[in-house]
């Protein structure tokens, strides 16, 4: 014990005796103080800590009573114990109702005193485990929300074992309120897209929005389930209920449509609510992993309330379209035909519930391969294509709907058929090369740089360059370089040296070289021969 004890008293050996009686080691007293009067007692209470008041009731500058009540409601955790030498009933009685601890008579025998600050002690004990179970619980309802979502958290990420003993001790250690009785319904809400663009910050806010309007609209007033983040994009609501209270799973449901279609209305988004079933603590993990399975699966539907044990998908694969079709569209159609194409059979496999991710995938392989060989035959290169961001995000959400492929192939279809026309344009090509050229004189051109700017193959763009103006690309570089050169040195008074760094030549030596292999002479003896 570290207790602190304030004796006060007007008759100095009364404290002398009562200090001479008590054992403070032995009570695990720390410190003792002495006053004389109420005045003194107050400036002890307001410059240290008084665990236990000793007190007479009979002094010439105020009584005990009122030093009490003064007590009592500035620091009512003090326990107080009154020694007087007045058997006053009148007095005893009110000490006792002002909540005094004890009442002694002078003189007291060492051992009732001693029992009686000992009972004192128990009082304090008792009244701090109190104030610590207070300010526990008032930390738990503080962060309640956050200890059960991080508690359903772990149990459905298998940082809890999905045992009913290893649930049972994680809810009796955090003050989970779930008994044995408990059963629980998850919703699962999925945000399948954003319609409008947003920066990170103005999506998480959103995020925040759907959270708080699925715990008002799916959970309601009663205190009865949480909402919280299960991952990027994902929401989970639990409900829970006794095993003997059924659900109004058709409430549940269209409080989940009311809630679809607020947040499409609202919320800038596409999601769609997936519907669990009614399951104990320990089957939640194996049921929210099913739910997220059926969500991955939901390729073709937005804004809709999908239950758990129900399928829009057949028990049997879909038959992926033949290759030949689509890739003599691209050969010999329009953009519009083969984009039409590809939508018919993505529609009859929504139709015909034949549709989900590993279907979509499969079909999205196809039609890479497809588009790919094209490009190929076209001598266009697909990764200077489809190498700028919005083509890299369009082909990353392919995957994820219907919605989203079809979104990503008029993209992908667009953009390869214009260069497959521009290509066969090969004076649009030679051009484009040959004005690319000039206006990057200074630059150190490489054939593959060059080739980069009409999305083309080195080697065929060189033959279709080599056709046209019976120049290699690499020769065409170099002559249009000493060309600018005579040009900059008859026409302008710079230096040899800044004519040579103007045409990509950073050393001197080597421009003269290539000068006078071209021209006869030298660029120095070219300005003052012609200039």
Same mark, same amino acid.
């Given at each position: 014990m570290n207790d602190h004890l304030l004796i006060v008293d007007d008759e100095i050996h009364a404290i002398?005796? $009562?200090?001479?009686?008590?054992?403070?080691?032995?009570?695990?007293?720390?410190?003792?103080?002495?006053?004389?009067?109420? =005045?003194?007692?107050?400036?002890?209470?307001?410059?240290?800590? !008084?665990?236990?008041?000793?007190?007479?009731?009979?002094?010439?500058?105020?009584?005990?009573?009122?030093?009490?009540?003064?007590?009592?409601?500035?620091?009512?955790?003090?326990?107080?114990?009154?020694?007087?030498?007045?058997?006053?009933?009148?007095?005893?009685?009110?000490?006792?109702?002002?909540?005094?601890?004890?009442?002694?008579?002078?003189?007291?025998?060492?051992?009732?005193?001693?029992?009686?600050?000992?009972?004192?002690?128990?009082?304090?004990?008792?009244?701090?485990?109190?104030?610590?179970?207070?300010?526990?619980?008032?930390?738990?309802?503080?962060?309640?929300?956050?200890?059960?979502?991080?508690?359903?958290?772990?149990?459905?990420?298998?940082?809890?074992?999905?045992?009913?003993?290893?649930?049972?001790?994680?809810?009796?250690?955090?003050?989970?309120?779930?008994?044995?009785?408990?059963?629980?319904?998850?919703?699962? !809400?999925?945000?399948? =897209?954003?319609?409008?663009?947003?920066?990170?910050?103005?999506?998480?806010?959103?995020?925040?929005?759907?959270?708080?309007?699925?715990?008002?609209?799916?959970?309601?007033?009663?205190?009865?389930? !949480?909402?919280?983040?299960? #991952?990027?994009?994902?929401?989970?609501?639990?409900?829970?209920?006794? =095993?003997?209270?059924?659900?109004?799973?058709?409430?549940?449901?269209?409080?989940?449509?009311?809630?679809?279609?607020?947040?499409?209305?609202?919320?800038?988004?596409?999601?769609?609510?997936?519907?669990?079933?009614?399951?104990?603590?320990?089957?939640?993990?194996?049921? $929210?992993?099913?739910?997220? #399975? =059926?969500?991955?699966?939901?390729?073709?539907?937005?804004?809709?309330?999908?239950?758990? #044990?129900?399928?829009?998908?057949?028990?049997?694969?879909?038959?992926l379209p033949e290759l030949g079709a689509l890739s003599s569209l691209l050969k010999t159609g329009t953009k519009e035909s083969v984009k039409h194409e590809v939508e018919k059979y993505l529609d009859d496999l929504v139709t015909n519930h034949e549709i989900n991710a590993d279907t979509l995938h499969q079909f999205s392989q196809n039609f890479i391969q497809v588009l790919y060989t094209f490009l190929n035959t076209n001598g266009i290169q697909a990764h200077h294509l489809f190498g700028d961001e919005p083509s890299r995000r369009l082909s990353e959400m392919a995957g994820r709907s219907v919605t989203d492929m079809i979104v990503w192939v008029h993209h992908a279809v667009n953009k390869a058929m214009y260069q497959a026309e521009a290509v066969k344009e090969n004076d649009t090509v030679v051009l484009t090369v040959k004005r690319f050229i000039a206006l990057n004189m200074d630059q150190d051109m490489s054939r593959e740089t060059i080739a980069e700017q009409v999305y083309l193959n080195p080697d065929y763009l060189s033959r279709i360059f080599k056709k046209e103006t019976g120049y290699s690309i690499s020769d065409y570089v170099l002559l249009e370089k000493i060309n600018k050169a005579k040009e900059l040195l008859l026409q302008t008074n710079v230096s040899v040296s800044a004519v040579a760094s103007s045409v990509g030549y950073t050393n001197f030596s080597h421009f003269a070289k290539i000068f006078k292999k071209y021209v006869g002479t030298g660029p120095t003896e070219f300005r003052n021969k012609l200039g």
């Open positions: 002398e005796g $009562v200090k001479a009686d008590l054992d403070l080691q032995k009570l695990g007293i720390s410190e003792l103080y002495t006053a004389n009067n109420i =005045r003194q007692a107050k400036e002890w209470f307001e410059s240290a800590r !008084i665990d236990i008041l000793l007190c007479d009731i009979e002094m010439p500058q105020g009584n005990g009573l009122e030093l009490l009540t003064w007590v009592k409601e500035r620091y009512p955790h003090t326990v107080t114990i009154f020694l007087t030498s007045h058997a006053d009933f009148k007095y005893a009685k009110e000490a006792l109702s002002l909540g005094s601890l004890d009442y002694l008579l002078k003189p007291v025998l060492a051992e009732e005193l001693e029992n009686a600050i000992r009972k004192a002690q128990a009082v304090i004990d008792k009244n701090s485990e109190n104030n610590r179970n207070v300010k526990f619980h008032q930390l738990w309802q503080k962060h309640q929300s956050f200890i059960i979502e991080r508690f359903w958290f772990d149990l459905i990420h298998h940082s809890i074992p999905s045992q009913q003993a290893a649930i049972r001790e994680q809810v009796e250690q955090h003050h989970i309120p779930i008994t044995e009785d408990s059963v629980f319904f998850p919703i699962l !809400i999925s945000i399948q =897209r954003w319609n409008k663009e947003m920066k990170s910050r103005d999506e998480k806010i959103l995020e925040y929005a759907l959270k708080n309007s699925a715990q008002e609209m799916l959970i309601g007033s009663h205190d009865n389930g !949480i909402c919280f983040q299960l #991952d990027r994009g994902l929401l989970l609501v639990i409900l829970m209920s006794e =095993r003997d209270i059924p659900w109004n799973e058709e409430r549940l449901r269209e409080a989940a449509g009311l809630y679809v279609e607020s947040c499409h209305r609202y919320f800038y988004c596409n999601l769609s609510c997936y519907l669990g079933r009614s399951a104990e603590a320990h089957e939640m993990a194996g049921m $929210v992993a099913a739910l997220r #399975d =059926r969500d991955r699966n939901n390729v073709a539907y937005i804004n809709r309330v999908l239950a758990l #044990d129900r399928t829009e998908q057949a028990d049997y694969p879909a038959q």
